[in-house]
């Protein structure tokens, strides 16, 4: 059976990297920005659209989504990139062991019995510091990146989902790169998955 | 130096249980109900009331919390209880490594950077079949229990510290123990803690 873990991540917590490692230790793929192209060539949206949609509110916010267009189907672009999205994460879990970064690939997957859902999470301080530094910005900025892009991926995630994002009940398990590193992170998710597949 | 690991735990979930096993392979204390007995002694409280008051929100609810009636430090029996049970917890963490399950121990303890803080939970229906099988009472008379009380902890963990009950990010990791199964959280729990004390 596919073993697949998703990882759901606040912003500088070092998630996308912690998946990178887990894939190569496993010789699995790890579909990231890589899932963008999918989901794009699926969808027919442009590739800069299906990044900034399909995993962060839009900017006009939820409630104004209310009175947007909508096709004959009743359905929003977003809704449409919504389902594109997840028939691109179903089909990847269905065709091959992977692990999948953002993109509410738990909900997508969430009726996979072999399949784990971690969310990584570390203090605020310690991802903006990350943030400037990998990005060579200042602390200000890095602040600002993470407190948006935070906030919109809740927002896509609540707004698309029935959980809610960050709380531990929503996965199978919740780990603080911070404290634990990012080589204890990749070792915990692969300790995990084993068992899981025992 | 000691290694304290903190276990939160919604109802049910195989915590206390977990808690214990973790201890016992450590080869050091876990405190729960032994917690109840020295917060009595120091406290001056009766034990049944350190046990009912010291980690659920009271039946009155914390609106009416507001109106009760306190001493002339301004403190309430309720914040009283909440002080001496800090106190007993910090000095139990300062005396030797061991388990603390429940009682907020996470907060009390915020300020060690050896302690391991971790929240277990599971789904509702699970952990409905569970207290049902380990009490002996009907599935229904165990639902009602498990909503309860995880309200009731939620409400008191929520009220006394500025974290959220259950909110991945208020402890250090978190662990689905339907999913990951009772030997499988024990595991990663020990494995947590000695990554922390490398």
Known sequence: ?????????????????????VADRLGIPCYNKELIEKV???SGYAKAYVEEEGEYAPRKSFFSYSFIGRG???????????????????????????????????YALSEEPNCVNAFIYADKTYRIKR????????????????????KERASYYNFYTNKKWGDSRS???????EKLGIDG????????ADINQQ
């Open 40 to 42: 794009a060539a699926e």
């Open 1 to 21: 059976m596919n073993q697949i873990i998703t990882i759901s991540r606040q912003f500088g917590s070092g998630g996308r990297t912690i998946g990178k490692m």
């Open 72 to 106: 004959q189907d009743g359905l929003s672009n977003e809704d449409h990139l919504w389902f594109a999205q997840r028939k691109v994460i179903k089909e990847l879990a269905e065709k091959e062991s992977c692990v999948i970064v953002g993109r509410c690939a738990d």
């Open 171 to 177: 996965y199978d398990l919740a780990l603080n790169s």
């Open 185 to 192: 992170c990749v070792d915990m998710l692969i300790r995990f």
């Open 131 to 150: 943030v400037a530094h990998e990005l060579g910005i200042s602390e200000s900025k890095a602040k600002d990146m993470v407190n948006r892009t935070d």
